[in-house]
């Protein structure tokens, strides 16, 4: 009986601090945002949880991860604040960013501007393989935009 006691108490002290420590970890929840917007907005092109892509962009963003804010961004169906994101990120010689910059630009309509950075990307980014990837998933979330036609 004493060992069984023990043995809930212990439990209980291990699911306390498991509590205590979940309640305290800012990016736990993060993370989940992350997750969910990976999950239903890029997978599955749900746009009803678009809120999720913001969130986790706004908190990339203030870390100074710009590309990533500014891919999060239009997955979160706010391509001003991607522009600005790939900018700042462009500024910080994160080149793998101009992608998103030409994406947001497109989106935006600066067609002629997006095409060249586009071309700019091409050349500056030896592994660029995702691209297509990442326009298949904006096509389904920004569909009268042509990104059909967005193309190196």
Not at 58 to 86: H, S, T
Request: hydrophobic residues 35%; aromatic residues 12%.
């Amino acid at each position: 009986m004493v060992k069984k006691i023990a043995g809930i108490l212990l439990m209980a002290s291990v699911w306390g601090s498991a509590a205590e420590l979940h309640a305290t970890c800012s990016g736990c929840s993060i993370g989940k945002e992350k997750l969910q917007c990976d999950y239903y907005v890029a997978g599955r092109g749900d746009k009803s949880r678009q809120e999720q892509c913001r969130i986790y962009a706004d908190y990339v963003n203030i870390d100074g991860a710009y590309p990533k804010a500014a891919w999060y961004y239009l997955l979160a169906g706010v391509p001003q604040k991607a522009l600005e994101a790939a900018r700042k990120g462009l500024e910080q010689k994160q080149r793998y960013g101009r992608e998103y910059l030409a994406l947001a630009l497109w989106i935006t309509g600066k067609r002629k501007e997006a095409k060249k950075e586009l071309g700019r990307f091409f050349s500056d980014v030896p592994k660029h393989d995702y691209f297509e990837r990442d326009r298949k998933v904006l096509l389904a979330l920004y569909p009268g935009k042509d990104l059909q036609e967005f193309r190196p």
